[in-house]
């Protein structure tokens, strides 16, 4: 029976919609990691964005774009082969937006230029714009990524990254020449092969056309069929190579690029993957014969930190909504924000989020040093650390989330469900938890110059925290067993990752946050579940997260 006065068809103490905050500016975490790698006037340049990505148009773009997936044309109405994917005009609207911010190849050309921080600046932007719908940010991550590797061949390098570049969003299946902007996949795995891609069994045969082959073969994983060029593997006579295949070529004519079906995917349903068969299809050779993975592995370097950057952002968003959800919903006799264990819980989701964020933005801002011995060594042996520990903590972090909002949290129109899908997409995605673990004991034994790199980076924070100094101490010595070090190598990246992260934090988050971290990662009685800090400063972590409008 309702309360005398009462209207049942106006609901009451239900928490507004998180819209109408600025993205950027209202998380200080990722705010204060550009002013630190970069300048306070970064986080100016990208208070547009930010308010782009807030806003409830951006919102409803993001759930329309999930809710009416891809679809693929094989034949047009008369019967002719066309395979193409059609696309709902929110994913377009996504598409367009995070193209003319520059979110895709943009940095290459302005670091070529003389910007000492394009690529900390996209990665802000793709951390931020990623909040609004994470599917779309496949094609832009893997346009970002092709370029380090289409530079390994000057003429056609230079035929396609200002196309790359281009802050115009052109979709269509056209030839380059007629094109005002373009959009870059890859075809990398196989069915009987995935992370194996040596394994793989497509044949690249020559032709009289200097430089060009036909492959033949089938793609088991290729997200964005629609897209202009692709970066493939294939065998050749000298053995695994790579290559750039054109959905056009220069003539008009169609490439034979046949999708043979979309994934049925748990996430990331906004964004079209799909099977390909190869059928004699032109392709121009990228790099020496054999070189293949050295070729492209500054594409898989590239897409690994937008897995980083991706991940972080899904904490990031699921913590917003978290937060703002507790601020404004009453149970109990209170609001939630005020019970002292929704307080915990909030708390060290915010502090598992901003590390995230910490170690994602010191790894974009390593990519604007290519210079540096010291960054390019960290960046080698961070990378897969990060894409290991940040991808693997993503899913129980947006989990215990979406429960902060209850019963609300499993419904659609939350987002939350939607965020709970893709968490642990990036984990799978270029190269699953055991090949970047893996990557990491790999790199410690060829290149010993990485683990220098992080011992200088964890030592900065050296006598800060004994906790800390305790764990790296304690990480040292996992090195230092040698015999079996392949079967505990989750064992060992899992630390590293928490002592790089626990040294941004020491050295640079307020204090409260590093002893929430220290605390509980470092501590003995961390159980791995959310909500077990020890009580301190936590409604200062808990404000500190909460957007604002």
């Known amino acids: 029976m309702s309360t005398p006065g009462s209207d049942v068809r106006t609901a009451t103490n239900q928490a507004p919609a998180l819209v109408g905050h600025n993205v950027v500016t209202s998380d200080l975490a990722l ?43 094989s034949y047009d109405r008369w019967g002719n082969r066309v395979d193409e994917v059609e696309f709902h005009p929110s994913w377009h609207w996504l598409m367009e937006r995070a193209v003319g911010h520059g979110l895709q190849a943009a940095p290459w050309e302005q670091q070529a230029a003389g910007d000492p921080h394009a690529h900390l600046r996209r990665a802000a932007g793709f951390f931020a714009w990623s909040q609004t719908e994470p599917g779309h940010g496949c094609p832009i991550s893997m346009t ?22 281009a802050r115009s ?43 060009w082959y036909r492959l033949d073969g089938h793609k088991w994983f290729t997200s964005a069929p629609m897209n202009d060029v692709f970066l493939v593997l294939a065998q050749a006579d000298g053995g695994m190579t790579c290559f750039v295949v054109p959905r056009v070529l220069e003539d008009g004519t169609r490439n034979r690029i046949d999708v043979v079906r979309l994934k049925d995917k748990l996430g990331n349903r906004s964004n079209a993957s799909s099977e390909l068969e190869l059928t004699g299809t032109l392709a121009q050779r990228l790099g020496d014969e054999g070189r293949g993975v050295r070729t492209i592995i500054e594409m898989v370097a590239a897409t690994r930190l937008d897995c980083v950057l991706g991940s972080a952002a899904l904490m990031r968003h699921a913590l917003a909504e978290a937060s703002w959800h507790v601020a404004h919903r009453s149970a109990f006799g209170g609001l939630l924000v005020d019970k002292p264990l929704m307080q915990n819980v909030v708390a060290d989701l915010a502090v598992e989020s901003e590390a995230a964020t910490a170690l994602a933005m ?58 709970f899908r893709e968490s642990p997409l990036n984990s799978i995605w270029e190269g699953s938890g055991n090949v970047n673990a893996l990557d990491v004991l790999r790199a410690l034994g060829r290149e010993p110059e990485v683990l220098q790199a992080w011992i200088t ?21 996992l090195l230092g067993e040698g015999a079996g070090l392949e079967a505990g190598a989750r064992r060992l990246a899992g630390p590293m990752a928490a002592c790089l992260q626990g040294s941004l934090l020491v050295r640079f988050a307020p204090a409260e946050v590093a002893d929430a971290f220290c605390g509980s990662r470092f501590g003995t009685t961390y159980g791995g579940t959310f909500g077990m800090l020890d009580s301190g400063s936590l409604r200062e972590v808990v404000d500190r997260a909460t957007p604002h409008l």
């Open 457 to 477: 980076e964890v030592g900065a924070a050296r006598g800060a925290d004994s906790r800390l100094d305790r764990a790296v101490d304690d990480t040292l010595a």
């Open 144 to 165: 970002y990524a092709a370029v380090p590797a289409l530079r390994a061949d000057e003429a056609i390098a230079e035929e396609w990254v200002p196309l790359l570049a």
């Open 31 to 73: 705010a204060e990691a550009l002013a630190r790698h970069g300048s306070a006037a970064l986080v100016e340049e990208l208070t547009p964005l930010g308010a782009d990505a807030g806003t409830a148009e951006a919102r409803e773009h993001g759930m329309l774009a999930n809710r009416h997936h891809p679809e693929l044309a």
């Open 362 to 419: 010191r790894l974009a801002a390593a990519v604007d040093r290519p210079g540096d011995a010291h960054e390019v060594a960290l960046r080698r042996i961070a990378l897969p650390l990060a894409k290991f520990w940040v991808c693997k903590r993503t899913p129980a972090m947006v989990a215990e989330a979406l429960e902060c909002l209850g019963g609300n949290g499993y419904v659609e129109d939350s987002g939350l469900p939607l965020m």
């Open 169 to 211: 969003y052109d979709p269509g299946v056209r030839s380059r020449s007629t094109k005002t902007g373009a959009l870059a996949g890859m075809g990398m795995t196989e069915k009987q092969g995935g992370s194996d891609v040596r394994a793989n069994q497509t044949r690249a045969t020559p032709t009289t056309d200097g430089g």
